[in-house]
Nanobody, 116 residues
Framework: QVQLVESGGGLVQAGGSLRLSCAAS????????MGWHRQAPGKERELVAS???????YYADSVKGRFTISRDNAKNTLYLQMNSLKPEDTAKYYC??????????WGQGTQVTVSS
């Protein structure tokens, strides 16, 4: 099974930017969809953004226009560029991959904290 490792999280002021990376131990081309999820304390995990093998993207309404998801199949890496960060973006962010429809590979997560 492909292992996913996130990096790039940290502490940033509101209005700042971060770029998350998700490095896979094997080829990501086989994944139908890859996505970034997040979970804040006391809240359910939510899908933030996803990208299909063909490049079709989805964004949650709360991040549209601020976040950009991309994948580099040659580098086996998924990215999430996060701009104009808000305190409500504070959460642990997880990379996940789906071979068909269900996300069945998950990373350990990276913490993003946005201060006001």
């Amino acid at each position: 099974q492909v292992q996913l490792v996130e990096s790039g999280g940290g502490l940033v002021q509101a209005g700042g930017s971060l770029r998350l990376s998700c490095a896979a131990s094997g080829s990501i081309f086989s994944f139908n969809v890859m996505g970034w999820h997040r979970q804040a304390p006391g809240k359910e995990r939510e899908l933030v953004a996803s990208i299909s093998r063909g490049g079709t993207t989805y964004y949650a309404d709360s991040v549209k226009g601020r976040f950009t998801i991309s994948r580099d199949n040659a580098k086996n890496t998924l990215y999430l560029q996060m701009n104009s960060l808000k305190p409500e973006d504070t959460a642990k962010y997880y990379c996940a991959a789906a071979r068909i429809l269900r996300y069945d590979s998950w990373g350990q997560g990276t913490q993003v904290t946005v201060s006001s």
